[in-house]
């Protein structure tokens, strides 16, 4: 699908009128409305970057660069040339060049310094967001806004009592195609939503074989290791991006991808707290059949293929599947949301697209129209009015979001050594409570698997723990061994705070 630009969106689309009025002030901030006070002709907010691999020189330094209400001072990354190519685009395009610096602390007493945005590995998000509200700056988070569920307690309380805008970049909440499908649900045009599936088909080649490799020349390995242990020496070939597929340092692609699609199915829902009960079930599976190596050990070490499955105490169930080999989309969706109502369905398929349908599968209505540049106009917007609560997309929702991700590859990790045959696996799925069907999704996902050459007999499925969840306390309900999991082992100086003490 084309990618509208704002102005041709505004003007041209027969929804847009609607949605700006309809959704009201807590669902604003596009650039389009009002800015509230203005900034004066030489007044900027100033930004540090922190993190300047993909996301970070894709997407939050051009948009903080093309904001003529912000600056960026500061480019941070403890590997010095990613901080020196960020630099370089800063220069380029902003005709001048921020500092580069390793160490974020280096930079939160200058005064110039207002936000702090973030696109660092996962396992730093909190501890940066938290570092920049305790220095009295507003934070953007990218998604997920945590690493596990502790910090995203964390992340929320230091919002509170710092009084500051904390953003999570959960983009899709200010895209207007999403904003008006949000409040076609809520006026519950599709009668009764009582299931919702995120999918994250997305195809994911091997990351190399376990080993060990050498740190990179330059980097600052302390640092960029942080709140986790350090390991020495490295166990994937690619040192950046594949961190995402280790478990100390990502969630996977329940986590990666995950948290953009389960924060529109829950929305979708209408839930504002966690589960009360999950189980997962899936594994690491293809990669040997994918090099042609019954002996074959990929370095990552989170599932490749993973269902998860969400009961909530209001009776709604939230589904996500993740297949990272190759697959047809379901009901022509690859990555993507599915909203089942008793009187149609809606689909959305890309960031600023959404289709709905009649229970016959005729098409009724379709919102598009949307890109990242919403989100961070709303952000910037509430951080000149100080206004946190008028966030599209705040900590508790980012905490919410990327908490369905920790709490379903916890049942994952607990049941990991749990083998299970097909028909051992279809009894226990039969037995899951919910408003899906869940055999028909476990046929589904084994066909995927057997479809990618992979034998179930030499390489099982792991059925996760069944975990009862309590959403007002946060905790694991009678498992001691989950509950672990919630938080993790920190190093000194990088420990996230307890929400009381941050």
């Not at 209505?365 to 599209?392: A, M």
Request: contains cysteine; aromatic residues 8%; negative net charge.
């Amino acid at each position: 699908m084309k990618r509208l630009s704002r102005r041709v969106f505004l003007s041209d689309s027969i929804l847009a009128a609607a949605t700006l009025s309809a959704l009201g002030p807590a669902m604003t901030g596009t650039k389009a409305r009002a800015q509230g006070r203005p900034l004066g002709p030489n007044e900027t907010l100033g930004v540090m970057v922190v993190g300047c691999g993909g996301r970070g020189t894709g997407s939050h330094i051009p948009e903080f660069v093309e904001d003529a209400r912000t600056k960026i001072l500061y480019v941070c990354d403890p590997d010095p040339a990613q901080a020196a190519h960020a630099a370089d685009m800063v220069e380029e395009a902003q005709q001048f060049r921020p500092k580069t610096v390793s160490d974020m602390r280096e930079a939160l007493d200058d005064k110039n310094l207002d936000i702090v945005s973030c696109a660092t590995t996962n396992h730093w998000h909190a501890l940066t967001g938290i570092w920049a509200m305790q220095a009295g700056k507003d934070a953007y988070i990218e998604k997920p806004i945590c690493h596990n569920v502790h910090e995203g307690k964390a992340l929320v309380a230091a919002a509170k009592k710092y009084g500051r805008c904390c953003q999570v970049g959960s983009q899709c909440r200010s895209n207007p195609a999403i904003l008006e499908a949000f409040r076609y649900a809520a006026d519950g045009k599709l009668g009764e939503i009582k299931l919702t599936r995120g999918l994250c088909y997305k195809r994911r080649r091997s990351i190399g074989p376990l080993g060990a490799y050498p740190v990179p020349e330059g980097i600052d390995y302390n640092l960029w290791s942080g709140p986790a242990p350090i390991i020495d020496p490295v166990t994937r070939p690619n040192f950046h991006y594949d961190w995402h597929w280790q478990r100390l340092y990502g969630n996977g692609d329940l986590g990666n991808q995950g948290p953009h699609q389960t924060d529109i199915a829950r929305t979708f829902l209408g839930v504002t707290e966690f589960p009360s009960s999950v189980i997962a079930y899936g594994g690491r599976l293809g990669y040997q059949t994918e090099r042609n190596d019954d002996s074959y050990v990929d370095a990552g070490d989170t599932a490749n293929t993973e269902v998860s499955i969400y009961n909530y105490r209001n009776g709604k169930t939230l589904v996500f599947e993740t297949r990272g080999l190759e697959t047809d989309p379901l009901m022509e969706v690859g990555v993507g949301v599915i909203a089942y109502g008793s009187e149609g369905y809606m689909v959305q398929t890309s960031y600023g697209f959404v289709v709905v349908f009649d229970l016959d599968g005729n098409e009724v209505l379709r919102f598009s129209g949307g890109d990242d540049s919403y989100h961070f106009s709303n952000f910037i917007d509430c951080v000149i009015n100080g206004t946190p609560e008028k966030l599209n997309a705040d900590a508790r929702a980012g905490h919410l979001s990327a908490g369905l991700s920790h709490l379903g590859n916890i049942s994952y990790y607990l049941g990991e050594a749990n083998h299970v045959s097909p028909e051992e696996a279809e009894k226990i799925v039969a037995d899951i409570p919910g408003n899906d069907d869940n055999v028909a999704t476990l046929r589904r996902t084994l066909s995927h698997l057997t479809d990618n050459g992979v034998d179930l007999a030499k390489t099982p499925l792991s059925m996760g723990v069944s975990l009862k969840f309590d959403p007002d306390k946060e905790v694991f309900i009678d498992n001691a061994d989950a509950n672990a999991m919630l938080t993790r082992e920190y190093r000194g100086e990088f420990a996230v705070p307890k929400p009381e003490e941050v």
